[in-house]
C-alpha cells in the first residue's frame, strides 16, 4: 500500500486559543508619579514581593524604602490620591506565589500578572478588590478552583484565567459581574457545565473556555448575549445541538466548536444569521445534513473548516463568492455522489484570490477534475483530493498553481499521463500521485522540482525508464514508484540521492541489468526495495556502505553468485530478504554479526555448506533457509540434514594433520606477535589500523602529514579536549578530518581507545565514519596518535547555531525550523541506535552542538566518542577510567546526577539531547549569562510553555520561518523538556524521542509549510 503524505490537521482551534490574548486587546493605564505615601498599600506591595521567590530580571529591584512605592516598576498610582491603582508586573518570568495582602490595594483598577510562573491558588481576598475593572492571570501555572470571591468585584470588565491549571466549574456566580466584557478560561482542566447564567451578562463581548474538560449541552442563555464577538469553546466534551438561539448572535466574528461531541444540521440561513463571521470550525463532531448555500452571503469569511462530520450532498456552487476565503477545510465527510458535477464547485473558488489550502480528501467526490483549476488562486500551498473517485487527466493547467507545495491527488481513479507542467511547481515539497491509472512515462520536467521531500508515483501503469532528471531533486528523501510497468536500467543518478534518507522503493516493476557500486552512495537510507524486477548480476559489496539501511528487499530478481560478507556491516537491520534469485555458494560466517531480532529470508536460490548457528541463525522463527537443497546443519528447528563427516581412516588422518597444522600455525603466531612487540618497542612510523575496518588504505604519519601540509594552522578546522582537527586531503582524492590527540593531556590516550573501540564496531548512517586510526611517532620520535573521519563539509552545529556570535558572517548562514527538525531527528536515531540496537549499549557522555556535525546534504552526524561508555562494561571498572572530569560531559549538558557520583546510563544522554534540543530552538547556549541561580535553560523553556513561547524561540527562526505552525513549536518545547527532566526516571527513551520528533516533523509539513498564521 502506497504511504500516503498525512493529511492537513485542523488546527484552526490552536490557532484561535493562542490569540485570544492578543484579539481582546488589554488596556494599559498609564504611569502616573506621585508625592504622597500611603502605609497601607506599600505594605501590601512589600509582601507581594515577600512571596516572589524568582525575580531573574530584577524587576523588583526597586521596591525598596529608597523610593516611593510609587514610583517602583509596574506600580502606577492615581493623579489624586497616592494609592495604587494599576500592578502590571506580566511577562518578567517571576515566580513565586500570589499574596493574600494583594486584596488590601483597594484602590486597585488594573492587575495583570500574566505570563510569568505563579503558583498556588489564586487568593480569594481579589475579591475585595471592589474597584478592579481588568484581571489578568494566564499563562501561569496557578491551580485550584476557580474562587467565588471574584464574582464580587462587580466592575470587572475583563477576567483573564487562560492557559493555567484550574480545576472544578466556572462558579455560577459569575453572573454578578455584570459589567464583564471578556472571559478566558481555555487550556485548564475545568470541568461541569457553562452556567446557563452567564447568559445575563449582557455586556459580555467574547468567551473562551477551549481546551478544557467541559461537558454538557451548550446553554441556550448564551444566545441572549448580543454583543458577544468570539465564541471559542472547541476541544471539549459537550454534546447534544447547538441551540437555535446561538444563531441569534448577530454580531459573531469567529465561532469555535470543533472537536466535541455535538451533532445535528447547521441552519440553511446560517449566512443571513452571521453577517460579521470571519472564522467557523465545525470539525471533529456528528454534524450532517447539506452545507447551507447561503454561506456565500458571508462576504468577510476566511476560514470554513467543516472537517470529520457526516456533511452529504454537493459542495454549494457559490462558495467563489467569498473573495477573502483563505481555508476552505471539507475532508473526512460524505460530500458528493460519485457524479460528473461533484467537483464544479471547484470552478467558482477562482473568484478566491488568497485562497491558500484547499483540503477536500476522503469524500465521495466523483467526475473529473476541472481544468479551471488553472485559474485558482496562485497563493494555493496546500491541495488534497485524496481518497474519493475522480476520474480522467490531471489537467495540464495545474503547472499555474506555483506557490504549491503539498499535492496529493492519491487513492482516486484518474488516467492519462503526468503533465510535464508539473515541473513549473518548483516549490513542491510533497507530490503524490500513488494509486490511480496513470500510465506513459515519468515527464522529464520533474527533475525541475528540486525542494521535493516525498514523491509518490506507486500503484499506476507507467512505463518506460526513469528520467535521469530525477538526480537533481536533491532533498529527496522518500520516492516510492512501486507497482507500476518501468524497465531498463536504473540510472545512476538514483544511487546518487544521498539525500534518500527513508525510503527508495522501486519494486514491482521491469528494471533490467545490475546494482553498480555507487549504491553505497544511500548511505542515508533507512529501506531499501529492489524486489519484484529483472535485475542480474552480482549483489556488489558496495552494499555494505549502506550503513543506515533497516529494511533492504532484493527478493524475486535474478542475482547471482555470493551473498557479499559486507552485508554483515549493516549493523541496524531489521529485515533482508534475498530469497527467489540464483544465489549460491556458502553463506557468510560474518552474517552471524547481524541483529540476532532481525528477520532473514535466504530462501529458494542454490546456497550450499553449513547454515550457522549463532545470531539471527540461532532463531528458527525470524529465518528462512527453504529451497536451497545443499545447506546442511543449522539449529535443530530448521530440520536440515547433517552436514557430512569423513570415514574413520581419514578422519584420523585428518586429525593427525590438523594437530600438525595448528602446531605450525601456533608457531608462526608466536613468531607473528614477537615481531609486533619489536615493531612497537622501536617506534616505527607504521599505523595500525582497526582490523574491523575493511577496504581502506593503511595510512602513516608521514602520509596525514603531507594530507595535512604538516598540518599547518591555515588546515585546523577545531579543537577539543583532547585533540586537535585538521582538514586533509588524502592521495588527492578523498577530503577528510584528522584528530590528533594531544597526548600531553592527561587522559587522552585513554580517550583514543574509547574512541576506536566503540567506533570500529558501530555503523549507523547518523554517526561520524571512522575510516582509520595511526599509532606512531611523529619527526621528531614523539609519541602520535590520530583518528581519520570522513570530512564534514557543513562544519558542527554549534557554528550554525551561534555563528552570529562567533563568526563574521554569521548571518548569512541559519537554519529553518524543518533543518531544525531534521537535525534533531538525526541525532536522535543516532542515540537510539547507540542506546538500544547494538550489542551492548553504548554512551555518549558527551553530546553538545559542537560534537554534532553535518554533512553537505545537512545531515547530522555524532562525533567524538573520547568519553563513550559501553555499558556491559561498567560494573568492573573504575569512574574515571574513561573520563578525565568528574562530571562524565561537558557542563551544562551533563545530567546533573553525574555531578553527585551517578554512574553513567543511557538517560544520561537523553538529558544532554534534551538540553541540545533547547538551545537548538531557543538559540542561547545552556551556559548562557541569563542563567544564573536556580534558572537553567530547562526551567527557561518550562517556564515558557505556560506563557508565550515565541518569545524564547531562536530569533533567527523568525526571520527564516515566519509562517511556521506554532503548535509545532509547543510540541518541540514539550519534547525537550521532558528529555531534559532533573529526575533520571522521568525523561523520555531515545527510541520514543526519535518517534516523537518524526512525528512533529509530519505535522509540520501537513500544515503547510508557509501556512499564516493570521486573525
Keep these: ?80 490620591h497616592p494609592r495604587v491603582i494599576a500592578l502590571d508586573l506580566q511577562g518578567h518570568d517571576l515566580r513565586g506565589s500570589i499574596s493574600p495582602y494583594i486584596g488590601n490595594l483597594s484602590f486597585l483598577r488594573f492587575l495583570d500578572l500574566g505570563k510569568n510562573t505563579f503558583h498556588g491558588r489564586i487568593p480569594s481576598e481579589i475579591g475585595h478588590l471592589f474597584r478592579l475593572r481588568w484581571l489578568m492571570l494566564s499563562n501561569n501555572t496557578l491551580g485550584g478552583e476557580i474562587p467565588f470571591n471574584l464574582t464580587k468585584c462587580l466592575r470587572l470588565r475583563s477576567l483573564y484565567l487562560s492557559w493555567n491549571q484550574l480545576t472544578g466549574a466556572i462558579p455560577f456566580e459569575i453572573e454578578s459581574l455584570k459589567n464583564l466584557e471578556r472571559l478566558s478560561v481555555s487550556r485548564n482542566h475545568l470541568t461541569g457545565n457553562i452556567p446557563p447564567s452567564l447568559g445575563n451578562l449582557s455586556s459580555l463581548q467574547g468567551f473562551a473556555a477551549a481546551g478544557n474538560n467541559l461537558e454538557g449541552s451548550i446553554p441556550g442563555e448564551l444566545g441572549g448575549l448580543k454583543s458577544l464577538s468570539f465564541l471559542l ?83 454549494p456552487g457559490n462558495l467563489g463568492k467569498l473573495g477573502n476565503l483563505w481555508w476552505l477545510g471539507l475532508a473526512k465527510n460524505h460530500l458528493g455522489s460519485n457524479s460528473t458535477s461533484d467537483l464544479h464547485f471547484i470552478t467558482s473558488l477562482a473568484n478566491c484570490s488568497i485562497l491558500e489550502i484547499l483540503d477536500l480528501p476522503s469524500n465521495n467526490f466523483g467526475g473529473r477534475l476541472p481544468n479551471d483549476i488553472a485559474n485558482l488562486s496562485t497563493k494555493l500551498s496546500w491541495f488534497d483530493l485524496h481518497s474519493n473517485n475522480i476520474i480522467g487527466n490531471i489537467p495540464e493547467g495545474i503547472g499555474n498553481l506555483v506557490n504549491l507545495s503539498t499535492l496529493t491527488l492519491s487513492y ?75 524497465s531498463e536500467d536504473i540510472p545512476l543518478q538514483v544511487f546518487g540521492l544521498s539525500s534518500l534518507s527513508k525510503l527508495l522503493n522501486l519494486s514491482s516493476n521491469y528494471f533490467t541489468g545490475s546494482l553498480p557500486q555507487e549504491i553505497s552512495n544511500l548511505h542515508n537510507i533507512d529501506a531499501l526495495d529492489l524486489s519484484k ?31 557479499p560478507s559486507s552485508l ?177 593531556k592527561q587522559g587522552a590516550s585513554k580517550s583514543f581507545i574509547a574512541e576506536c573501540n566503540v567506533l570500529r564496531n558501530v555503523r549507523h548512517r547518523n554517526l561520524v565514519n571512522i575510516l582509520t586510526c595511526c599509532s606512531s611517532t611523529d619527526y621528531n620520535d614523539n609519541e602520535f596518535k590520530a583518528l581519520v573521519f570522513d570530512f564534514m563539509e557543513n562544519g558542527s552545529l554549534d557554528q550554525w547555531l551561534h555563528l552570529d556570535i562567533d563568526c563574521e558572517n554569521g548571518s548569512s548562514r541559519m537554519l529553518n525550523f524543518l533543518q531544525r527538525l531534521n537535525i534533531a531527528i538525526d541525532v536522535a536515531s543516532a542515540l537510539h541506535y547507540l542506546h538500544d540496537q547494538c ?20 545531515v547530522a552526524h555524532v562525533s567524538d566518542f573520547g568519553l563513550a561508555r559501553l555499558l556491559s562494561a561498567t560494573d568492573n571498572m573504575p569512574q574515571n577510567q574513561i573520563s578525565s572530569i568528574g562530571i562524565k560531559g561537558t557542563i551544562g549538558y551533563a545530567a546533573p546526577e553525574y555531578g553527585m557520583g551517578a554512574e553513567v546510563s543511557t538517560k544520561g544522554d537523553v538529558y544532554s539531547f534534551g538540553i541540545l534540543m533547547l538551545e537548538m530552538f531557543t538559540g542561547k547556549r545552556p551556559t548562557d549569562n541569563i542563567f544564573r541561580g536556580d534558572l537553567n535553560l530547562h526551567m527557561f523553556a518550562k517556564q515558557a510553555l505556560m506563557g508565550d513561547l515565541v518569545q524564547i524561540v531562536d530569533p533567527t527562526l523568525h526571520q527564516t520561518d515566519i509562517n511556521y505552525v506554532e503548535h509545532c513549536i509547543l510540541q518541540v518545547f514539550r519534547i525537550g523538556i521532558a528529555c531534559a527532566e532533573e529526575s533520571p526516571g522521568e525523561r523520555m527513551d531515545m527510541g520514543d524521542v526519535v518517534k516523537e520528533v518524526e512525528m512533529v516533523k509530519n505535522d509540520f509539513l501537513g500544515r503547510g509549510r508557509r501556512m499564516d498564521q493570521r486573525h
Design 839 to 858: 550489542e551492548s549499549p553504548i554512551v555518549h557522555c558527551d553530546l553538545k552542538p559542537s560534537n554534532v556535525l553535518l554533512d553537505k546534504d545537512m
Design 533 to 563: 524486477n529483472h535485475l542480474s548480476g552480482e549483489i556488489p559489496s558496495a552494499i555494505g556502505g549502506c550503513l543506515s539501511l533497516e529494511f533492504l528487499y532484493l527478493q524475486e530478481n535474478f542475482f547471482e553468485g555470493k551473498i
Design 233 to 315: 469553546i472547541e476541544l471539549n466534551n459537550f454534546s447534544g445541538k447547538i441551540p437555535l438561539s446561538l444563531y441569534n448572535l448577530s454580531s459573531i466574528v469567529e465561532f469555535s466548536v470543533a472537536y466535541n461531541h455535538l451533532e445535528g444540521v447547521i441552519p440553511n440561513n446560517i449566512g443571513d444569521c452571521f453577517p460579521k463571521l470571519e472564522a467557523i470550525t465545525y470539525g471533529g463532531n456528528n454534524f450532517f445534513g447539506e452545507i447551507p448555500v447561503s454561506f456565500s452571503n458571508i462576504s468577510q469569511l476566511r476560514v470554513l473548516d467543516l472537517f470529520d462530520n457526516n456533511f452529504v450532498g454537493n459542495v
Design 1 to 80: 500500500m502506497a504511504h500516503t503524505p498525512q493529511r492537513l490537521p485542523q488546527i484552526f482551534h490552536l490557532i484561535l486559543v493562542f490569540s485570544v490574548s492578543s484579539l481582546w486587546l488589554q488596556p494599559k493605564p498609564t504611569h502616573v508619579s506621585a508625592v504622597f505615601t500611603n502605609e497601607t498599600d506599600m505594605s501590601a506591595l512589600l509582601k507581594v514581593k515577600e512571596s516572589i521567590e524568582k525575580d531573574p530580571k530584577g524587576v523588583l529591584s526597586s521596591w525598596n524604602h529608597s523610593l516611593h512605592f510609587c514610583k517602583w516598576r509596574g506600580v502606577t498610582c492615581g493623579t489624586r
Design 568 to 744: 554483515s556491516s549493516l549493523k541496524g537491520l531489521l529485515v533482508l530478504d534475498l530469497s527467489q534469485n540464483n544465489l549460491s555458494g556458502e553463506i557468510p560466517k560474518n552474517l552471524v554479526k547481524l541483529p540476532p531480532s532481525m528477520n532473514l529470508n535466504l530462501s529458494f536460490n542454490n546456497l550450499e555448506g553449513e547454515v550457522p548457528v549463532k545470531g539471527v541463525f540461532s532463531n528458527a522463527s525470524a529465518m528462512s533457509v527453504s529451497g536451497n537443497g545443499l545447506l546442511c546443519g543449522g539449529v535443530v528447528e530448521l530440520k536440515l540434514p547433517p552436514c557430512p563427516t569423513t570415514k574413520s581412516g581419514k578422519h584420523h588422518s585428518s586429525k593427525l594433520t590438523i594437530t600438525i597444522a595448528s602446531v605450525i600455525g601456533s608457531l608462526l603466531l608466536l613468531s607473528s606477535l614477537l615481531t609486533i612487540l619489536w615493531v612497537f618497542k622501536s617506534k616505527t612510523k607504521s599505523c595500525l589500523t582497526q582490523s574491523t575496518i575493511e577496504h581502506l588504505p593503511n595510512v602513516s604519519y608521514r602520509t596525514l602529514h603531507q594530507a595535512t601540509e604538516g598540518f599547518s594552522p591555515n588546515y585546523l578546522i577545531g579543537s577539543g579536549s583532547f585533540g586537535l582537527v585538521y582538514r586533509g586531503n588524502l592521495n588527492s582524492e578523498r577530503e577528510v578530518a584528522v584528530k590528533v590527540l594531544k597526548l600531553q
Design 412 to 486: 482516486n481513479l484518474m488516467r492519462g499521463n503526468i503533465p510535464s507542467s508539473l515541473g513549473n511547481l518548483r516549490d513542491m515539497g510533497i507530490l503524490d500521485l500513488s494509486s490511480n491509472g496513470l500510465f506513459g512515462q515519468i515527464p522529464i520536467s520533474i527533475g525541475n522540482l528540486s525542494k521535493l521531500v516525498e514523491l509518490y508515483l506507486n500503484h499506476n501503469n507507467l512505463e518506460g525508464k526513469i528520467p535521469s532528471s530525477i538526480g537533481n531533486c536533491k532533498n529527496l528523501q522518500i520516492w516510492d514508484v512501486s507497482e507500476n510497468k518501468l
